[in-house]
């Protein structure tokens, strides 16, 4: 059973341009989590979904970014228009409902 | 609202020393207590939980915390330093029952072991 899967590893964007980040959560897991890790701090969470569902979206900005977990494929963390201060780690986390949850490697996203 | 303090941003300790990372919660709702670990450039992994059951909470690698309500700390320790363990900790909290939903971290503490 493969582990959480985050794909890019490494994404370079330039100001303005748009950012895709995928997660494919592990097998039987039907939760996704967002988290960002900015240089020097601790994981912030963004956003909780299940399939085709937000559930807690509290942690996103309000405008650029939106998240999906559709019923087929990967859940895809967007970010329109990136800025640099959207330069960050990004992590996935998946779990199956009420169990801890497990990371992927993360998406470190520079804006050049 | 619930958070975490990690008091010490960077811990050193010689290899073979007393591993002893702090972590304080504030939450108002008995919560759920986490320390994962992230070695350079990787994602997070679970060391310990704390879910209500046994105070004294043993994790993988020879780590263990210890969930004392009174001082509301949970402080992660481990006896003897390896090098291996050179790495940054990372302290949460969470009010489900171990699901990730809405960990909230602290800003983490990197330990360094030395020779």
């Known amino acids: 059973n493969a582990g959480v899967m985050q794909n890019p590893r490494h994404l370079v964007r330039r100001r303005g341009q748009e950012a895709r980040l995928r997660c494919s959560p592990m097998?039987?897991?039907?939760?996704v989590y967002w988290y960002r890790q900015l240089p020097e701090e601790g994981l912030k969470f963004m956003v909780y979904?299940?399939?085709?569902?937000?559930?807690?979206e509290s942690g996103m900005p309000k405008e650029r970014f939106s998240a999906e977990f559709p019923k087929e494929g990967p859940s895809i963390l967007r970010i329109q228009q990136v800025v640099r201060g959207d330069s960050a780690a990004y992590f996935c986390?998946?779990?199956?409902?009420?169990?801890?949850?497990?990371f992927g490697q993360g998406t470190r996203l520079t804006v050049v | 609202a619930q958070s975490v303090t990690q008091l010490g941003s960077h811990v050193s300790v010689s290899e073979g020393a007393l591993v002893l990372l702090r972590c304080n919660y504030s939450?108002?709702?008995?919560?759920?207590l986490f320390w994962y670990v992230q070695y350079p450039n990787q994602g997070l992994q679970l060391l310990l939980k704390?879910?209500?059951?046994?105070?004294l909470v043993k994790g993988i690698n020879g780590f263990e915390a210890e969930f004392k309500k009174s001082e509301t700390s949970f402080h992660l320790t481990k006896p003897s330093a390896h090098m291996s363990d050179a790495a940054e900790y990372f302290c949460?909290?969470?009010?489900?029952?171990?699901?990730?939903?809405?960990?909230?971290f602290g800003t983490g503490t990197r330990l360094q072991v030395t020779l």
């Open positions: 986390a998946s779990s199956p409902p009420s169990q801890e949850a497990f």
């Open positions: 097998k039987g897991h039907s939760h």
């Open positions: 979904l299940q399939k085709e569902n937000i559930i807690d």
């Open positions: 939450s108002s709702v008995p919560p759920y």
């Open positions: 704390y879910t209500s059951a046994a105070t």
């Open positions: 949460a909290v969470s009010r489900f029952t171990g699901t990730a939903s809405k960990l909230t």
